[in-house]
């Protein structure tokens, strides 16, 4: 069974780590010998961007983003036998034919833009195929919804030319972390199938970073996708990570959208906590819970990869 995971801070970890740490091996929840033992098609690598750490250390966030970019190809090609970029789906497909991860790159946190399209479109050049809109700041593109005042608020005015301008590149719009209104305004938008690249089910765990029933119902119908979040406190009150409560979002996902909008976005060194999942080598775990919960063999594919490789063959190019 192959895997998709639409969402890691692997790259955001090795780049700020005070170590030597790289990808090829190291403690975190992925690296090059996980990736393999999942029998991972493709991993969605972000390029996390933290606004106020970024000031602190004196930085645009231009000049912040392009160096853990270019941290990121200096690792894949560190590990060109097992890992290799893709930015369409015939590299994803050539990769796959050739027994290689599809590394896709994505910047999480539209801070990056600093405002302007050029920066948008010359971050395409160098290969980001994927944006995760806001983080829990408010941004020049719109807001986060981390808080009660921000969460019906929409897109700014060039927030709104981003999405466009991410249609017409050829990249998918990512509203994980985006305020409802910001997700309704995407909605409306995007000609294309966009994502929730890491979130749950609202409905099930009644935290801000999840997608209530009808956001499903609308993410379902424009052809997307939400990446379920292995995060403790988007999947329960427990202080654990149970993979019986990823599968209870995962149920209630289904019966209100359908299975083709589920996907993985396990949200891996982007999360901290006790993890029943312990890293990405692990998810055999959930393919046979999955089994064992009546999901059958077709309706896994779909969730561990066929779903998300729908949305890059439908969106990046």
């Known amino acids: 069974m192959g895997l998709i995971d639409l969402h890691c801070d692997t790259i ?18 992925v690296d090059i ?16 961007i933290d606004r106020e750490e970024v000031i602190k250390k004196g930085k645009s966030h231009v000049e912040y983003c392009s160096e853990m970019l270019d941290r990121f190809y200096t690792e894949i090609e560190n590990n060109d036998d097992k890992i290799r970029f893709a930015g369409n789906y015939e590299q994803y497909i050539e990769n796959r034919n050739n027994n290689k991860v599809s590394a ?24 980001v195929r994927l944006i995760t809109l806001t983080w829990n700041y408010d941004n020049e593109i719109g807001y986060p919804n981390c808080n009660k005042e921000s969460m019906d608020r929409g897109l700014t ?23 409802d209104g910001g997700f309704y305004d995407v909605a409306a938008l995007s000609d294309k ?3 929730a690249s890491h979130s749950d089910a609202r409905f099930i765990q009644n935290h801000f ?3 209530n029933d009808d956001m ?17 406190s988007f999947l329960s009150n427990k202080d654990i990570s149970l993979i019986e409560d990823i599968i209870r979002h995962i149920k209630h996902i289904k019966n209100v959208g359908g299975i083709d ?17 312990n890293n990405i080598g692990e998810m055999e775990k959930l393919f046979i819970s999955l089994s064992k919960a009546g999901f059958t063999d077709d309706e896994i594919e779909r969730i561990l990869y066929k779903n998300a490789e729908r949305v890059i063959r439908d969106c990046l190019r």
């Open 157 to 179: 005015d060039f927030g709104k030319q981003v999405v466009k301008e991410m249609n017409r590149l050829g990249m998918i719009v990512d509203v994980s972390h985006l305020s």
């Open 33 to 48: 010998d996980k990736l393999v033992k999942a029998n991972s098609f493709a991993q969605f690598f972000a390029l996390f």
């Open 216 to 232: 499903i119902k609308i993410l379902s119908e424009k052809g997307g996708v939400m990446g379920i979040n292995f995060c403790t």
């Open 12 to 29: 955001w970890r090795i780049f700020e780590s005070k170590t030597d740490a790289n990808l090829t091996r190291n403690d975190f929840h």
């Open 104 to 127: 896709f790159l994505t910047i999480e946190g539209g801070d990056a833009l600093e405002g302007k399209l050029y920066n948008l479109r010359n971050f395409y050049r160098l290969g």
């Open 261 to 277: 909008v589920i996907s993985i976005g396990s949200d891996f060194d982007g999360i901290g906590g006790n993890i029943e999942i």
């Open 193 to 195: 199938p966009f994502v």
């Open 209 to 211: 970073r999840n997608l």
